[in-house]
Each structure stands twice: as structure tokens, then as C-alpha cells.
């Protein structure tokens, strides 16, 4: 069975958003909808390929990459002090487990490899 | 939750994420979708590695095709919209045509899988899947099937191991990155710098992952409520939005290290389309895939643009290539009503008509 939204049965703050959000696309509010809808997309359209926009974005990231980098060394830095285990640790460990998987996955494809060239024994009757 | 996210920044992330919980708990079960069942046919989970499963869906009643495929979805977002819902599934419509099909579901990537490359998700993972594949069913050739970017991966390891592949469907696959629309253009070197990213987070956070795509449609934030509102009354459409709300909001980090390989040779140098790319010191030679190839297109995909996906037909080695363009959108291809009657038994025709 199917569901089915009835507006009467939902009645707490979210859904009384919900439902003004609908009558958008009613009544007189749809035309001033629609108008918002194609000058919202213009705008987003100019936005999004606005080369300034854009670089701006780009160095705003890029400086919070570069400042989560620096604070992980520096904890790490600080666990290593204290002779604790960190996380570069673990990650040197699974790198050499990734390192055993493929030198795993390349045995296999070359039996796979030499299992399919292997010429079919020929079978030969003895005389009893 | 992501482990290589956890750090000093681990309570702040988690009291964020209370708040969002608690926000979802306030919404009617109707509005919500996060809940929602995500994937109905059976199936059996035949393999395993690391964060990857290989699902065996059976075919349903007699199996018509020798053949069985291997389909392969992208890494953002998760595999079971193939499996959108009952009547709009494309893994139930094949298997009920009588094909055999392995889906590949690659997981939940954890802190462990930050230096996984792309050459561990094609040679590695999708390696191991094939070999499953022809030891259970006794064959030597399986068709390969991708969706998205999991079509990437996956012509990355036809044109690597071409040997096992009978055929090769690329459904809305992203070939010529530099036709890439807004994704191309925000991707530059000068706006998007990788190795920052990657470096700082190891694999790509969920947030930052859809952050990206709600900024290349923000207006969807909108027009969906409005949707809801919309069609609330009519048969199914409340079933069918909560479903793709889950499925567009179950997101999964990107694991590190294949993220900087695909956004730097593909979307900044777009090597892989000139069959420059190398994996584990191979060069990916998009000449080797000379099986037949069907090249599935979706008019209106604003996320592999029409001209991005087309590129196929003139990069792989093949002789013999069909292309079919429906009219939908790029999730359409897999999860439209019209789905079913108009575009799924083209490609369900091809396959057979490719049978060994």
C-alpha cells in the first residue's frame, strides 16, 4: 500500500514549513515563485562560473585543508612525544597490507593465466 | 562513521552529528526518507574483501543466457539504485529477463582504505570479482556492465585484462572529462587544489562530497519540497521520493587515494580519455577494449553531459559499438517509471543478442 501525506494528521512547526513551502506552486504566490526560480537560476549560473567567486572559494578551502594538515602533525607530533601509537603508524601498517594484497592479486592472475594456456594432457589407452 | 576523520575534530563532528539526528527525529515519517528500505531482490553475497562485497542476484525463473554480468556503480553514493524498487529495479527487470547478474558493492570506505589507488579497485577488487565469477560458473568470459563512474573503473580494467570480457555496457559513463559541464570547470587545477584535500582528510569526507553536489543543483533544496507537496496525494509518489531521498542521501566517503588519481588524471589532465592513464605501471590502453560495446545516454544528464559519455565511441578499439540515448535524466537511466517498458529492454535485447 501506498503512502500518503495527510497535512491535517502532521501538525508541528517543521510541517506547517512543509506546507507554506507547497503553496508556492499554488495560487497568486506560484507566478512570483516561478520568476524567483529562473532570476535565482541566472544568478547561480553566473555564480558558478564566476572566475573571482570561484578563486575565492578555492583559497578559503584550500586554507582549511592546509590548517586541519598542520593541527593532525601537530597532535601527532605531541603522541609521539609520549610514545603513543598514532595514526601514521596504522596507516604505514595497511600500506604494507595493501602491498600484500596486490603482490596476492598478481600470483593469482598469473596461475589464473598459466591454468588457461596449460595444453589439455593427452590421454593415451595403455593395453592391459 | 569515517575513522580518518577522527581526530581532535571527532566532538565537534559528533555533537554535529546529534544535532542532525535529533533534527530528523522532529520530521513526520511521511517527509523522511533516510529510513527508508534501500534494495528488495535477494541475493547472495558471494565474495569479500576488505570493505567490497560481490552480490550473486539469481536469475528469476529459468536462466536464458549463458553469460552472466558484472555490473559495477560508482563510488559516490551506494549500488541499490540499481535496486531502486519493486517495479523500477534494473537488476530485478535483467534478472527476470533470465540474466545471471554480480553487482559489486564497494562499501563503506574506513580510515584503512585511504591509500587504496585505482588500480586496487580495478585490478585488485574488480580482479577478484571476475575470477569468482568464472570459478563458479565454469566460463571464461563475463559482461561487463558500468554506471557512472564505476564505468570508468571498469573500462580501466577491461582495457587492462580485455581477455575476460564478452562484452562491455557503459550506461552514462564519463570518458572525456574536459566535457564535464560544472564538475569540469570547478575541478580545475586553479580552483581545486587535490593534493590539499586529500592530504588533509585522507578519504573525502561525506560532507564535502555533498556539499559539492547540493552547490551544482542548489535549487533542487527547494523543488523538491515543492515536489512532495505536489504529488502527495497521487498513488506511489510519497514511496518513490522517500526512496530516492535515502539513496541521495546515503553517502559514503571517497577513498583518498583513488579520489586524487581520478580528479588529476581524469577531470585536470583527462589522460584517461587519451588512453594515457597508468595504473600499477600499466598504461591504461582504451584501444585494448575490442569487445562489443553498447553505449547507454541519457539526454538530459547535467551529471555525465551527453557529449562527456559519447567520447566512448571513439576511444575504445571496438568494431562493433551501439549507442541508445533515452530520454531521461542520469538517475533516470536506472531508477525512471519509464524505465521498465522504454529503455531497460534495449539493453536487456543487446545482451542476449551478445549471449556466448
Redesign the interface.
Known amino acids: 500500500m501506498s503512502t500518503r501525506i495527510d497535512p491535517n494528521a502532521l501538525k508541528n512547526a517543521w510541517t506547517e514549513w512543509f506546507a507554506g513551502l507547497g503553496h508556492l506552486g499554488q495560487g497568486p504566490a506560484s507566478q512570483v515563485y516561478k520568476e524567483w526560480e529562473t532570476w535565482f537560476s541566472v544568478q547561480f549560473e553566473k555564480l558558478a562560473n564566476n572566475e573571482t567567486f570561484l578563486g575565492t572559494m578555492a583559497k578559503s578551502m584550500e586554507s582549511n585543508f592546509l590548517l586541519k594538515s598542520q593541527f593532525d602533525r601537530m597532535m601527532e607530533t605531541s603522541a609521539r612525544a609520549l610514545r603513543m601509537p598514532t595514526s601514521g603508524d596504522i596507516e604505514q601498517i595497511h600500506k604494507r597490507l595493501d602491498e600484500l594484497e596486490r603482490r596476492l592479486d598478481a600470483v593469482l592472475t598469473r596461475l589464473e593465466a598459466s591454468a588457461t594456456k596449460r595444453p589439455t594432457p593427452k590421454v593415451e589407452k595403455g593395453e592391459g | 562513521m569515517e575513522a580518518q576523520s577522527?581526530?581532535?575534530?571527532t566532538p565537534f563532528q559528533a555533537f554535529g552529528e546529534a544535532v542532525q539526528e535529533a533534527a530528523r527525529r522532529?520530521?513526520?515519517i511521511?517527509?523522511r526518507g533516510h529510513d527508508a528500505p534501500g534494495g528488495h531482490t535477494p541475493y547472495d553475497v558471494v565474495a569479500t574483501?576488505g570493505p567490497v562485497r560481490l552480490l550473486y542476484y539469481a536469475p528469476r525463473g529459468e536462466r536464458r543466457f549463458k553469460t552472466p554480468l558484472l555490473i559495477a556503480y560508482s563510488l559516490i553514493n551506494r549500488y541499490y539504485i540499481l535496486d531502486f524498487m519493486p517495479g523500477r529495479s534494473l537488476i530485478e527487470y535483467l534478472t527476470g529477463q533470465g540474466h545471471a547478474c554480480y553487482v559489486v558493492d564497494w562499501g563503506v570506505p574506513t580510515?584503512?582504505d585511504?591509500?587504496?589507488?585505482w588500480?586496487?579497485y580495478t585490478?585488485?577488487y574488480l580482479?577478484?570479482a571476475m575470477?569468482t565469477i568464472?570459478a563458479r560458473e565454469g566460463i571464461?568470459r563475463v559482461h561487463l556492465f558500468g554506471y557512472c563512474m564505476g564505468g570508468t573503473l571498469a573500462m580501466s580494467y577491461g582495457a587492462l585484462?580485455p581477455e575476460g570480457i564478452a562484452s562491455f555496457t557503459a550506461m552514462a559513463v564519463p570518458v572525456d572529462f574536459h566535457e564535464g559541464g560544472?564538475l569540469a570547470?570547478?575541478t580545475q587545477p586553479?580552483?581545486?587544489?587535490v593534493d590539499?584535500?586529500v592530504?588533509?582528510?585522507g578519504n573525502v569526507p561525506i560532507w564535502l562530497m555533498e556539499s559539492g553536489f547540493r552547490?551544482m543543483a542548489?535549487?533542487t533544496n527547494?523543488?523538491k519540497?515543492?515536489d512532495?507537496?505536489?504529488g502527495?496525494?497521487s498513488?506511489?509518489?510519497?514511496?518513490t521520493w522517500?526512496q530516492m531521498e535515502r539513496w541521495s542521501a546515503d553517502n559514503v566517503p571517497f577513498p583518498g587515494e583513488v579520489y586524487r588519481q581520478y580528479i588529476r588524471d581524469c577531470y585536470q589532465r583527462n589522460v584517461f580519455c587519451r588512453g594515457e592513464m597508468v595504473v600499477?605501471g600499466e598504461r591504461v590502453d582504451l584501444k585494448n577494449l575490442t569487445c562489443p560495446v553498447l553505449v547507454v545516454l541519457a539526454e538530459k544528464d547535467n551529471i555525465v553531459p551527453e557529449r562527456m559519455a559519447m567520447a566512448i565511441t571513439e576511444v575504445v578499439g571496438s568494431n562493433d559499438v551501439t549507442v541508445r540515448t533515452f530520454a531521461t535524466g542520469h538517475i533516470g537511466l536506472s531508477s525512471s517509471s519509464k524505465a521498465p517498458k522504454a529503455f531497460w529492454p534495449a539493453i536487456s535485447a543487446w545482451l542476449a543478442a551478445h549471449d556466448a
Do not use: C, I, Q, Y
Open positions: 577522527r581526530s581532535a575534530f522532529m520530521v513526520p511521511e517527509l574483501r580510515g584503512a585511504r591509500h587504496k589507488t588500480g586496487d585490478l585488485g580482479g577478484m575470477r568464472k571464461e585484462r560544472l570547470h570547478w586553479k580552483f581545486f587544489n590539499a584535500l592530504d588533509a582528510h552547490f542548489p535549487l527547494v523543488t519540497w515543492r512532495l507537496w505536489a502527495r496525494e498513488e506511489g509518489f510519497v514511496d522517500r600499477d
